[in-house]
């Protein structure tokens, strides 16, 4: 029988009607612009501009990784009723090659006879092993597609900068219900877009200034991607999320379930970034900002249009659900077409005879195509899930702590908290532990941490000193949650990434102390 490894990760295979949507109190598509087009009809009718292939390969790959977290608990549970039989330890083999796709450790099967079976760490050590063969296969097999250097990142790359943008920079609220925002909400190739989120989308605004100032030098030292004197703009965006389902209670959790409150302060944020840019290094700084909202029960955005000068209005909106409504009976060109039309269009008035400035054409274009993305997202979410997520609160698989996962892209799979240290991102790592102690602590399953610290394989000593910041930050776990981590009810485990080169993840160290034959 094959021992099983916990230190680094080996490539193998992995193993309700829709309810009404709350209306946009200031949406900026009138009834008119609408048609009088209502929300969704009964019958399932894909969009001209709906991506039906790209639909189902992302499906696909949902469906798959999700199952190789999923079938975690029933294979123990099957295992439960299994350990007094004599030949336990070959029957649990048996079954988790057959089912999971890698044995399990033999010193907590073998000790099984004379204590209960340790399900909890049995749980952190198969939670563990699929995330290790998710990061595999993301860096071996690319199933988004979408990496650094591939034929649709080096595309979105030329439309970016044919729109007046250098970079996109986008912070997503951590909650897991917004993971899959880059590359399924907004259909982005993840190799193109810079990702940091962050509990209610409220970035770190002096570490956001600090990575411009790297953007702007290697514009000016190599003219990556463009060279500094051309007349484009670092673009920063939030997006911050609301529920149409419960506006009430699965709102986002850092700002109360307040969805007017989430805009503001993602907005405010924002602000406080190109302010202190500007204060910085001019008034001419090249950075704009955009603000879009995301509904976790159907994907559908809403973006909240910038005027010409850079002007925002947190309450009004352009809502990607009424567009794939006012566009849905045209060709696909005549809908492409529409739907920039009515981006330009958002900022002609707010309806009441105050004029608003126009939309700077770069951003319209951008914008239109974000919501184009979008709509292929809406048709997902019609085709597989009738329209509105089951899972309308969290469901997350494992906390990601640190700085990294550049392999995680779907809903409900992981909680970020990105941070340096655990003293600063203290209040992002409470919110998750609060998440799972509903998820999992509740029903006796402690919870997974998956310590994540990316570092630059050309720097000297960079790999040491991220396999430090794993040590130094699980140590300040274990502190700050004594009584879970003493109880098995927290479990971590310990890696990094060299995000010079495409490869996957390598594990450091775990909370699972084994001794298997063989040594690591």
């Not at 140590?475 to 479990?491: E, K, M, Q, W």
């Not at 010079?500 to 909370?511: C, K, W």
């Amino acid at each position: 029988m094959p021992r099983p490894r916990r230190y680094g990760s080996a490539e193998r295979p992995l193993a309700p009607t829709a309810p009404a949507r709350r209306s946009a109190p200031r949406s900026t598509l009138s009834g008119s612009a609408l048609g009088g087009a209502g929300r969704f009809t009964a019958v399932l009718k894909h969009h001209p501009l709906s991506d039906a292939a790209a639909n189902e390969r992302l499906q696909a790959y949902d469906s798959e990784v999700k199952q190789s977290f999923d079938r975690i608990v029933p294979v123990l549970k099957r295992l439960s009723a299994l350990q007094h039989d004599d030949d336990f330890v070959e029957q649990a083999q048996r079954h988790a090659l057959c089912e999971l796709g890698h044995p399990l450790p033999a010193t907590i099967l073998e000790s099984a006879w004379v204590n209960q079976l340790d399900m909890r760490s049995l749980f952190a050590w198969c939670l563990y092993e699929a995330y290790e063969q998710v990061s595999a296969s993301f860096f071996r097999d690319d199933p988004l597609h979408a990496q650094e250097g591939s034929e649709s990142a080096e595309s979105f790359n030329a439309f970016l900068l044919s729109c007046g943008f250098h970079l996109l920079d986008v912070s997503p609220c951590a909650d897991g219900r917004l993971a899959h925002a880059i590359a399924y909400a907004l259909r982005l190739p993840f190799g193109s877009v810079r990702r940091r989120p962050h509990a209610g989308a409220m970035f770190d605004v002096e570490n956001t200034v600090d990575r411009w100032v790297r953007t702007e030098h290697l514009r000016y030292r190599e003219a990556r991607p463009n060279g500094a004197h051309e007349p484009t703009r670092y673009l920063k965006v939030v997006v911050y999320h609301f529920s149409s389902r419960d506006p009430r209670h699965e709102g986002c959790a850092a700002h109360g379930s307040n969805d007017a409150a989430a805009a503001a302060g993602g907005l405010l944020r924002l602000q406080e970034f190109q302010q202190a840019v500007e204060n910085s290094f001019c008034c001419g700084a090249s950075v704009d900002l955009l603000l879009i909202g995301l509904d976790t029960d159907t994907d559908a955005i809403r973006v909240h249009v910038p005027d010409v000068n850079g002007h925002t209005d947190q309450e009004r909106w352009l809502d990607a659900l009424e567009v794939y409504n006012a566009t849905q009976d045209l060709s696909a060109e005549a809908a492409r077409d529409r739907v920039l039309a009515l981006v330009l269009a958002a900022r002609s008035g707010n309806g009441d005879g105050v004029p608003d400035g126009a939309v700077d054409p770069g951003m319209g274009r951008l914008i239109a195509r974000l919501i184009e993305h979008n709509i292929s997202q809406i048709d997902f979410v019609r085709t597989y899930h009738d329209g509105a997520y089951a899972d309308a609160g969290h469901a997350e698989r494992f906390i990601g702590v640190g700085i990294g996962f550049k392999e995680i892209h779907l809903r409900n799979l992981t909680y970020f908290a990105h941070m340096d240290t655990v003293e600063e991102g203290a209040a992002d790592l409470d919110v998750g532990v609060k998440i799972f102690k509903g998820l999992n602590v509740s029903r006796g399953l402690p919870i997974p941490v998956v310590i994540r610290f990316d570092y630059h394989g050309s720097v000297p000593g960079a790999r040491e000193r991220a396999v430090l910041y794993c040590q130094r930050t699980d140590d300040a776990i274990r502190n700050r949650y004594p009584d879970l981590v003493g109880s098995g009810l927290l479990h971590t485990l310990l890696s990094v990434r060299d995000r010079d080169r495409h490869v996957p993840a390598e594990t450091v160290g775990s909370s699972i102390k084994l001794e298997p034959a063989g040594g690591h």
